[in-house]
């Protein structure tokens, strides 16, 4: 069975300063898919990230990055110069064939 | 940019009544989802339908849930006896094909009382 673990249950980060969100999985297929969902207190869920099981290159996005280790099974989201709309939860996801599944999420509040 | 549109946005039903939660997937799509989230709490796989049937459900899925796609547009979760516990914020969700990334709706929040 497929699972997301996500160690951090809340973060802070100083304006403008770059900040990890923790992310590991386990699953026992070669093939997968990996996101980050945003989502702030008006509850939607924005797309992030995604980063394949194949990619040979770590996925980027604008200000995301993702520090994908595959031996390690972590697939970490760095967010890049933090700004105050930055605050929110962030969840991370794996697909596998026809299924997501979230990790616990972790809730990032940026400081002025 | 294409969106998933979801109805009600907030609903308050009655303990044992039956609610039905709406979704207009993105017109192209193919794959399609409904997940939930108790307040403050992760956010859980309910069901994934494809071609016409339920590909996948999870534990939470039970036969107090159904899923329909009535008119090749909307696609519709009913709770048929609704308990304190289903209240919950409900995305639905769809995707384009297989390697696609998921596009969310903006949730519906039901409360039960």
């Known amino acids: 069975a497929q699972k997301i673990t996500q160690t951090q249950p809340g973060m802070f980060v100083q304006e403008k300063e770059a900040v990890t969100l923790d992310c590991t999985y386990d699953?026992?297929?070669?093939?997968?898919?990996l996101f980050w969902y945003k989502q702030p207190s008006s509850g939607e869920m924005i797309f992030l990230i995604y980063?394949?099981?194949?990619?040979?290159q770590n996925a980027t996005e604008g200000r995301y990055s993702l520090n994908f280790q595959k031996a390690r099974k972590s697939a970490n989201l760095v967010i890049s110069a933090s700004q105050l709309g930055d605050s929110a939860m962030y969840f991370c996801?794996?697909?596998?064939?026809?299924?997501?599944?979230f990790g616990a999420g972790t809730r990032l509040t940026v400081k002025p | 940019e294409p969106e998933v549109t979801q109805t009600p946005s907030h609903q308050v039903t009655q303990m044992g009544q039956e609610v039905i939660l709406r979704c207009v997937p993105i017109s192209n799509h193919l794959y399609f989802y409904w997940y939930r989230q108790i307040l403050g709490q992760k956010v859980e796989f309910l069901v994934s339908?494809?071609?016409?049937?339920?590909?996948?459900k999870s534990e939470i899925f039970d036969d107090q849930f159904s899923v329909e796609r009535p008119d090749g547009s909307n696609f519709t979760l009913k709770i048929r006896s609704t308990k304190l516990e289903d209240s919950a914020m409900y995305f639905c969700a769809s995707r384009a094909d297989r390697g696609d990334g998921y596009t969310f709706g903006s949730g519906t929040r039901l409360t039960v009382v």
């Open positions: 996801a794996m697909r596998h064939n026809n299924d997501m599944r």
């Open positions: 980063q394949g099981s194949y990619d040979q």
């Open positions: 699953t026992s297929d070669p093939s997968y898919g």
């Open positions: 339908f494809y071609n016409n049937e339920i590909s996948e």
